[in-house]
């Protein structure tokens, strides 16, 4: 079955420091890939996808690049704030039946 | 506004009980999805709901119970044969699977405590 595998948490950094959230997975078929990010006490948001090989998924400063190759679909940022302080989640779905798949998710922490 | 609503933000149950969680979405989306979250664990799928009257249980699905009669709403009962209920329980709809760039809209979760 499908399954996602996000790295060992948690993460902290200082602010403007750079950030890699490693996410790998494995799919029978051609899947979208997702990261959400909750903040405290909320549900989860879309941060940004990418439906196809090669593609970039980007927003607020974050990127995302799917790579077949690798399986994977590793989160980047050049410069974190404190604001950005949240659990991310990995995901994938497949095109069969719309089911969404999360890994474990990861806590990071940005101090000042 | 688009999005979905769940009802009630905590809850609290004594041992034995049964209890319902609300979950109303007004996206006209056709899929909606049961998760529990747990601390480390992340999302475990409960159950999910592609189109009105059916649903498929999820990875964790034991001692739960949901119902789909129309398509804006998909109530979740956790039933006093589940063993560790205390947990932050999420509601999430998709557009059906014949999109592959399914993004999933969640709710605010319930808290459910059992006291």
């Known amino acids: 079955g499908d399954s996602v595998t996000q790295m060992e948490g948690p993460v902290t950094l200082s602010e403007e420091a750079f950030l890699t959230i490693n996410c790998t997975y494995t799919?029978?078929?051609?899947?979208?890939l997702f990261w959400y990010v909750q903040y405290p006490g909320e549900g989860l948001q879309l941060l940004l996808k990418?439906?196809?090989?090669?593609d970039k998924g980007s927003n607020k400063g974050f990127e995302a690049t799917y790579r077949k190759e690798t399986t994977s679909f590793h989160l980047e940022k050049g410069s974190v704030q404190v604001s950005d302080s949240a659990v991310y989640f990995c995901?994938?779905?497949?095109?069969?039946?719309?089911?969404?798949?999360f890994g474990k998710g990861i806590t990071l922490s940005v101090r000042p | 506004d688009g999005g979905i609503t769940q009802s009630p933000k905590y809850l609290f149950r004594k041992e034995g009980q049964n209890v319902t969680l609300s979950c109303e979405q007004n996206?006209?989306?056709?899929?909606m999805y049961w998760y529990r979250q747990d601390p480390g664990q992340g999302l475990r799928l409960i159950y999910y709901?592609?189109?009105?009257?059916?649903?498929q249980k999820g990875d964790i699905a034991e001692g739960y119970s949901v119902s789909r009669e129309k398509k804006e709403s998909f109530p979740l009962t956790v039933t006093s044969a589940q063993k560790n209920p205390t947990a932050f329980y999420l509601c999430?709809?998709?557009?059906?699977?014949?999109?592959?760039?399914?993004?999933?809209?969640f709710g605010q979760g319930t808290r459910l405590t059992v006291v």
């Open positions: 999430a709809s998709t557009q059906s699977g014949a999109r592959m760039n399914t993004e999933a809209f």
């Open positions: 799919a029978t078929g051609y899947p979208s």
């Open positions: 990418a439906t196809k090989a090669d």
């Open positions: 995901a994938l779905s497949e095109l069969a039946n719309s089911k969404l798949t």
């Open positions: 996206l006209n989306h056709d899929a």
């Open positions: 709901s592609q189109i009105v009257n059916d649903f």
